[in-house]
């Protein structure tokens, strides 16, 4: 089974920055693309981001273009979210996940592992 462990959140000032990481802890698998979600609550768990694994395209939801930025790293089977002019409405357990078939960005149902989520809080 594989296990992706989120890391890097915490609290900051609107308009700050913060990064994730997200990573698969023990042996590497093979995936179409990685994303990243977020689940404020009493809201249902969206899509912030996601990145093809081969070629690198990306997709973001629109609140966060412009803000924003998903990358990844193949050598070290990471993938990174770049959080630029935090809001407090970003504010949110953030979730990384993988997809093993190729497949669109969304439904959630898409994506075939989880990481357990790292809280970001951005105060006003």
């Known amino acids: 089974q594989v296990q992706l462990v989120e890391s890097g959140g915490g609290l900051v000032q609107a308009g700050g920055s913060l990064s994730l990481s997200c990573a698969p802890s023990g042996r590497t698998f093979s995936r179409f693309a990685m994303g990243w979600f977020r689940q404020a609550p009493g809201k249902e768990r969206e899509i912030v981001a996601r990145?093809?694994?081969?070629?690198?395209?990306?997709y973001y939801t629109d609140s966060v273009k412009g803000r924003f930025t998903i990358s990844k790293d193949n050598a070290k089977d990471t993938v990174y979210l770049q959080m630029d002019s935090l809001k407090p409405e970003d504010t949110a357990v953030y979730y990384c996940?993988?997809?093993?078939?190729?497949?669109?960005?969304?439904?959630?149902?898409?994506?075939?592992?989880w990481g357990q989520g790292t809280q970001v809080t951005v105060s006003s």
């Open positions: 996940a993988a997809s093993v078939g190729i497949s669109p960005p969304l439904p959630i149902a898409n994506y075939d592992y």
């Open positions: 990145i093809t694994w081969s070629i690198g395209n990306t």
